[in-house]
């Protein structure tokens, strides 16, 4: 509790659960390339493969990814708060960088990333947006068996500039997140000093412009007509 408290004990936690979703997202990620097919099946088979697996393991997943998402969000608005009243706040090491926009907005592009995902959740997991189209709804041949046209259910959404245009925006926004959150961790764990932090500061820029170009790609193609269903 006395770790919880303290300033330095929560901007740990909020990098520890903040890498984790980084690592999500990476994973999220080359789950989501199959789309190209460059998986037998393409991505019906590999959302195939995801609830296939053990009922239990997939809640106690679930569970665990809205835990640390909870946690990374809560004490980010409470750091948030308590550093704009004025409170002496400060890293494990001495940061020497410029203040960026991506750092000075990093509430703000948080709290976009988080109605982002309820977003996404709603369109893909819940498939309450365009139930006309919901992939459970819509089952395709694969492997002998009938399955989910997760593939047919993305290229529907997608079509529609409005959602592009949404998933899209949600890109820069998340690049903007990252591109300030993956080097801060290094600086809040202490893992970082004068000669190393601007290696790790292109370093973050790097991962999260992978991530925003792997992610916007989805969209983009299947809109221009280039990936179809």
Known sequence: MQFISSSIGRKILMA???????????????GNSSIFGWLNGGINAYAEHLHSMPLPIIIGFRLALLA???????????????????????????????????SEN??????????????????????VINPESAALKNLVPLHDQMVPNVLGMVVAGFKNFFVSFIYAGAM???????SHGIQSFFQTIGWSSDKSQPILVRLGTLVALGLFLGYV?????????ILKG
Not at 16 to 30: E, K
Not at 217 to 225: D, Q, R
């Open 68 to 102: 640390m998402v909870c946690i990374h969000i809560w004490f980010g608005i409470q750091l948030t708060i308590e550093n704009r009243g004025g409170r002496p706040r400060q890293y494990a090491v001495k940061s020497t960088q410029k203040a960026t926009f991506a």
């Open 217 to 225: 790609t989805i969209p983009l193609t299947i809109f221009a007509g």
């Open 172 to 178: 820069v926004t998340l690049f903007l997140h990252l």
């Open 16 to 30: 520890i659960t903040g890498q984790a979703m980084v690592l999500f997202a990476v994973v999220h990620l080359l």
């Open 106 to 127: 990093m509430i703000w592009t948080g709290s976009l990333i988080g109605l982002f995902i309820a977003y996404h959740l709603a369109h893909f997991t819940f498939q």
